[in-house]
Structure formats: structure tokens, C-alpha cells
């Protein structure tokens, strides 16, 4: 398989992922699956080309990509959960085994962008929840010094969502002198704690995607399908 270039690598530390470290022999193999969401539609937009970056260093750790492009989806209740755009990101959010969100900080907090792909993304999809269980890393982008407004509420929305989220997170301040007239971000100590993020995004999703429907068994669900049960068994004796 061929990569992107990743030109402000030091490839002697660049190591492969060590499945058998992480996964049982039983257990699957196949390339993990994360979806990347990005939160601006500016031509030259400091999100996408971080979320970019990272996704070239996610496919160099073997994963398979894709990133939703949030131009055209409607804002959350303007539109019915049947538009085509709608229904593109539910798919790739069934379809994804963890997520990477990167958002510009715009007035303190993630953009309205950013937070209507989410919000279109249901607990509950016909009795499916598409983010339950799956891995997420969160990243950000200010023009301003460095915050973590967005990365934190940002992380708040994982755990609404029932998502396992890595410690790890980046905050890239002043994101408009890191990376060069191409879009490729410069080498700093920012890059590299991208690089750390998409490694350590990795390793968790392999380590629990096949354990994932144990790790979010929850008792309380179970005594309230042991409910739903006997109201079945009873109304179908009366």
C-alpha cells in the first residue's frame, strides 16, 4: 500500500502498530474504520487541513478513512433526517469504528459547524446507535493563543454520545503559521502531538472495537429489556 508523503517525519520513530499487542488471535484484523469530521467551510480552512494531515498519518497506521465534507448538510431541524446529506453522515457514522472531530474555536467555542454534524448524528437509529462504543480523539484550531474551549466541549459531546475518548487531545493556536502555502503543516512540537493523537486513536480503537458491545452492556438497560420482555409474555396471555 502506498502513503502520502509525510515529509516532517523522523521515520526510525514512526513504529508500525503492534496488533498482537492489542488484540486477542480471535479477534478481527480488518483495517480500523474512523471518520473524520471537520467544522468550516472557508476555502482555506486551518480544520480541514489539520483534520488532512491527521488523516494521512491514521492511513500510514493502516486505518481506512473517510471524511464528511459538511458543505450543504442543513442545520439540525431545517430539514427532514431524509436529505441526502443527512443520510450520507448517518452512514459513515454507522459505518465508522471511531471518529476524529477537529473544530476552529470561533467566540470561545466550536463552531455552529461543527456542532450540527453532530447533532444530526442520533443516539438511537433504528435500533442502532451509531456512536456508542467507538473511539474518538478531538482536536482543535484558534487564530488567537492557545484554548481549549473547543477540545473541551468537544469531549463533553463524546461522552453525550457514549463515546470512549482518548486522553490525548491537540490545540493549535495561531493555526495560520503552521502550516506552509501547500497546506501541509510545519514540523513543531504541535505537529508532533498530532502524530501522538493519531497513534494513540489507533491503538484504542483496535484494543476495543471487538470488545466494544461488552464494555457498553449496562445493567439498567438489561432490566428494562427484561421489562419490555414480560409486558410482551403478559399482554400476549390476556
Not at 459505518?95 to 470561545?108: A, D, N, Q, Y
Not at 457514549?162 to 503559521?177: E, K
Request: aromatic share 8%; with cysteine.
Amino acid at each position: 500500500m502506498t502513503h502520502d508523503p509525510l515529509p516532517n517525519i523522523d521515520p526510525e520513530q514512526l513504529n508500525a502498530i503492534d496488533i498482537n499487542a492489542l488484540v486477542g488471535p480471535d479477534e478481527p484484523r480488518h483495517a480500523p474504520r474512523i471518520l473524520v469530521l471537520y467544522g468550516s467551510l472557508r476555502e482555506r480552512s486551518y480544520s480541514r487541513l489539520l483534520s488532512e494531515e491527521a488523516s494521512r498519518l491514521l492511513r500510514w497506521y493502516g486505518c481506512e478513512v473517510r471524511t464528511f465534507n459538511p458543505a450543504g448538510l442543513p442545520l439540525p431541524d431545517d430539514a427532514d433526517s431524509d436529505h441526502p446529506r443527512v443520510q450520507e453522515l448517518r452512514e459513515l457514522a454507522e459505518w465508522s469504528e471511531g471518529m476524529l472531530w477537529v473544530s476552529p474555536e470561533r467566540h470561545g467555542a466550536m463552531t455552529g459547524i461543527m456542532k450540527a454534524q453532530i447533532d444530526w448524528i442520533p443516539l438511537a437509529l433504528g435500533g442502532v446507535r451509531p456512536t456508542q462504543g467507538k473511539t474518538l480523539a478531538v482536536m482543535e484550531v484558534s487564530g488567537g493563543s492557545q484554548s481549549f474551549n473547543t477540545v473541551n466541549q468537544l469531549r463533553l459531546l463524546g461522552r453525550w454520545m457514549r463515546m470512549l475518548t482518548i486522553p490525548n487531545q491537540s490545540s493549535v493556536p495561531r493555526a495560520f503559521n503552521e502550516f506552509d502555502e501547500a497546506g501541509r503543516m510545519l514540523l513543531s512540537p504541535l505537529y508532533q502531538r498530532v502524530v501522538d493523537i493519531c497513534e494513540e486513536l489507533v491503538k484504542f480503537t483496535w484494543m476495543t472495537r471487538g470488545r466494544s458491545a461488552y464494555l457498553t452492556d449496562r445493567y439498567s438497560e438489561r432490566v428494562e429489556s427484561a421489562e419490555a420482555v414480560s409486558r410482551r409474555v403478559n399482554q400476549s396471555t390476556h
